[in-house]
């Protein structure tokens, strides 16, 4: 079983950064794609970014220039500057043991419990 813990959220100004880190347990060395989803209050999971074993890394147009998502076998880490208060939600770190990289949260089977991000004055 994998085991994600997300860490780094917290309150932050507009304009502001913050960096989350998500910390794997338990076949860490074996784990393919691993993702960041965000969720706001009263909003549907959406998909941040994603990076795989490799380095390769996809990420969500509207942060592209904002976040960087990088990976050192352990932890995964997602910078993030210049913050917004559309960014305020609750992050997820997650990941896949097979298969190719995608953004659909379904195909995640594993997931941290989240990390909160607040965005404000």
């Known amino acids: 079983q994998v085991q994600l813990v997300e860490s780094g959220g917290g309150l932050v100004e507009p304009g502001g950064s913050l960096r989350l880190s998500c910390t794997t347990s338990?076949?860490?060395?074996?784990?393919?794609?691993m993702a960041w989803f965000r969720q706001a209050s009263g909003k549907e999971r959406e998909y941040v970014s994603v990076v795989t074993p490799g380095g390769g890394r996809r990420i969500k147009l509207s942060v592209k220039d904002r976040f960087t998502i990088s990976r050192d076998n352990n932890p995964v880490w997602l910078q993030m500057n210049s913050l917004e208060p559309e960014d305020a939600a609750r992050y997820f770190c997650?990941?896949?043991?097979?298969?190719?990289?995608?953004?659909?949260?379904?195909?995640?089977?594993?997931w941290g419990r989240g990390t909160q991000v607040t965005v404000s004055a």
């Open positions: 997650t990941a896949r043991l097979a298969g190719p990289t995608t953004t659909h949260p379904d195909d995640y089977p594993f």
């Open positions: 338990g076949h860490s060395s074996t784990l393919k794609s």
